[in-house]
């Protein structure tokens, strides 16, 4: 009985690592963190401008729900882990960020327990886009 334990005990700490090491765990907990983590994806955030809301990720996610956690798929998260939880969405501007357009961007953390967990770069543009954090090679 022991070995089992054991040998589940391993099984558990070395996945955790694997995790870990696939995910690593960005600290958003202060706002120089954070600014820190945008500036890390060559963006300038106006930290003087950042709006703070408190969001509520749903148990049950709809069609827009699992279509935003598709694209934190993309950036190494998932919000699925953290159905039912309250975090914050911090909304930092970043300017233009593209030469083909005019269009003015923000930077979307959402933050859990001091951890960034998610988020995106959308257009100030009511039609325009909205993009990944961190675009996997």
Do not use: C, W
Request: net charge positive; charged share 20%.
């Amino acid at each position: 009985m022991a070995i089992v334990f054991l040998l589940t005990l391993f099984v558990i700490i070395v996945s955790g690592q694997f995790y870990a090491a696939q995910h690593p765990a960005v600290n958003g907990r202060t706002n120089a963190q954070r600014v820190a983590f945008i500036k890390s994806l060559s963006m300038t955030p106006d930290d003087s401008m950042v709006e703070i809301k408190k969001i509520n990720i749903p148990l049950k996610f709809s069609d827009v729900y699992k279509n935003y956690n598709e694209m934190q798929i993309q950036s190494g998260y998932d919000l699925s882990r953290y159905k039912g939880v309250k975090a914050t969405l911090y909304t930092y501007p970043v300017g233009k960020i593209n030469s083909s357009n005019n269009d003015e961007y923000y930077v979307n953390l959402i933050v859990y327990n001091g951890r960034i967990i998610g988020g995106d770069v959308s257009s100030r543009n009511f039609y325009g886009e909205m993009k990944p954090l961190i675009k996997q090679s």
